[in-house]
């Protein structure tokens, strides 16, 4: 039976990696599509400012597995969202899901492939991640956070690095606002609670590998702030 993989990420502002970032990971496309699998890397421009989405359209001559999806901005958390619920509604049978700023390897992503049949939710934990002391400090208040709401111990709630069963996680996305900025959050806290077959796995993570990351410290505890109140209602319709 053929598996149908899909690469998800979304990007922004991302120019100056993307087409480093598209090599790579379309490399794992066509490897899987040779192995007789069907595979797609769909990447999702959530309104650039720049010529991110100009040059995925150019490129797809060149890597005729490649989807470019061109969005109007609503932030990565609605961004993730929206191509899972893409690749869900185009019978993915799994979704890979990275970030498009060149932080992570696609050599990492084969041993979460050849286990896929045993776990449904396969997850990267960021133990030496290099993108400075203020992202390791997001890192562990999140896990005290999904600690104080949920009850539950996730090593790394957030890494943009997991593959998983589409099936599993449509039926944990019904409990996740549509908008939700933290959704690879939810979807590990979730995944967590409702005692769902994961594996973790240590990654790499490299600082970026170009441009300059849109989000700051201010903005993150913004969308903490407002996450917390989601949580809650997440919290109360899991139980």
């Not at 899909?6 to 100056?16: D, G, K, L, Q």
């Not at 893409?86 to 970030?99: C, R």
């Not at 111990?153 to 933290?182: C, G, H």
Request: net charge positive; hydrophobic share 40%.
């Amino acid at each position: 039976m053929k598996d149908r993989l899909f690469i998800v990420m979304p990007a922004y502002n991302e120019a100056e990696n993307i087409e480093e970032v598209i090599r790579q990971w379309h490399s794992v496309c066509e490897r899987i599509n040779t192995e007789g699998h069907v595979a797609k890397l769909v990447i999702a421009n959530d309104g650039s400012k720049d010529d991110t989405y100009q040059i995925m359209c150019q490129l797809q001559e060149n890597y005729p597995f490649l989807m470019p999806i061109d969005k109007p901005n609503s932030g990565h958390g609605a961004t993730v969202l929206y191509l899972y619920r893409y690749a869900i509604a185009e019978n993915a049978t799994f979704v890979f899901q990275t970030d498009s700023d060149g932080q992570t390897l696609p050599k990492e992503f084969w041993l979460m492939w050849e286990h896929r049949h045993e776990y449904d939710f396969q997850i990267g934990t960021r133990g030496g991640r290099q993108d400075g002391a203020s992202r390791v400090f997001v890192t562990k208040t999140l896990r005290l956070v999904v600690w104080l709401m949920f009850h539950v111990w996730v090593k790394d709630a957030n890494t943009p690095f997991r593959l998983m069963n589409s099936e599993r996680l449509q039926a944990l996305m019904q409990y996740i606002p549509e908008d939700f900025f933290l959704a690879n959050v939810a979807v590990s806290a979730i995944a967590v609670k409702k005692d769902e077959k994961i594996a973790w796995y240590p990654i790499t993570f490299r600082p970026r590998q170009g441009g300059v990351n849109s989000i700051n410290m201010k903005r993150i505890f913004k969308i903490g702030f407002k996450a917390l109140g989601d949580f809650r209602k997440i919290n109360r319709m899991l139980k």
